[in-house]
T-cell receptor, first 115, second 116 residues
Framework: GAVVSQHPSWVICKSGTSVKIECRSL??????MFWYRQFPKQSLMLMAT?????????EQGVEKDKFLINHASLTLSTLTVTSAHPEDSSFYIC???????????FGQGTRLTVV | DAKTTQPPSMDCAEGRAANLPCNHS???????VYWYRQIHSQGPQYIIH???NNETNEMASLIITEDRKSSTLILPHATLRDTAVYYC?????????????????FGKGTKLSVKP
């Protein structure tokens, strides 16, 4: 199946710093990618939709100035958590639909811990 | 998209079949049933999907009732590595490259524990 890769797998950062998470589609092009967040013992919640060549669309309650999304190419979307706080500590997951296919492929996730 | 109802947890003995139910009584005619699973601290993994016919692949079988109001995911010979949260998701056929209908809406799923 198609492969979506996230980097890093885990990161620890200090409060107030920014962290960038990359999501790459390795063997297909993705004009759209999705970013999810998952808190412990909870389900995945969609944060935003990343669109290649245009602005991302954010779900209600997600601060676009805090979670910066850039989809600069057909194989790469990045999520930058700016001025991170401990409450931003979570598991961040991206996904990409493969063209006209009906499957969504997920990255392995990034565990962010803000101390 | 239609809502789904799944039991919060299930146990299964290793080597036995795991049958995970899902109710989706409000499913509409052009909505598909998808199953994903999430092993602890990993991203979700696609398992199978179907519209109205039963489906089988190398991972599992999907049995959809004739009225399409419920379905069952069957793992024929569960192993310890099948321990995960299993999500049943009902959705319309996605648009070509996603957009607002391209994302998946996850419920709480069923935590399957496969025991030796």
């Amino acid at each position: 199946g198609a492969v979506v890769s996230q980097h890093p797998s885990w990161v620890i950062c200090k409060s107030g710093t920014s962290v960038k998470i990359e999501c790459r589609s390795l063997d297909f092009q993705a004009t759209t990618m999705f970013w999810y967040r998952q808190f412990p013992k909870q389900s995945l919640m969609l944060m935003a939709t990343s669109n290649e060549g245009s602005k991302a669309t954010y779900e209600q309650g997600v601060e676009k100035d805090k979670f910066l999304i850039n989809h600069a190419s057909l194989t790469l979307s990045t999520l930058t958590v700016t001025s991170a706080h401990p409450e931003d500590s979570s598991f961040y997951i991206c996904s990409a639909p493969k063209g006209k296919g009906t499957e969504a492929f997920f990255g392995q996730g990034t565990r962010l811990t803000v101390v | 998209d239609a809502k789904t109802t799944q039991p919060p947890s299930m146990d299964c003995a290793e080597g036995r079949a795991a049958n995970l139910p899902c109710n989706h009584s409000t499913i509409s005619g052009n909505e598909y049933v998808y199953w994903y699973r999430q092993i602890h601290s990993q991203g979700p993994q696609y398992i199978i999907h179907g519209l109205k016919n039963n489906e089988t692949n190398e991972m599992a079988s999907l049995i959809i009732t004739e009225d399409r109001k419920s379905s069952t995911l069957i793992l024929p010979h569960a192993t310890l590595r099948d321990t995960a949260v299993y999500y049943c998701i009902v959705r319309h056929r996605p648009m070509d490259y996603g957009g607002s209908q391209g994302n998946l809406i996850f419920g709480k799923g069923t935590k399957l524990s496969v025991k030796p």
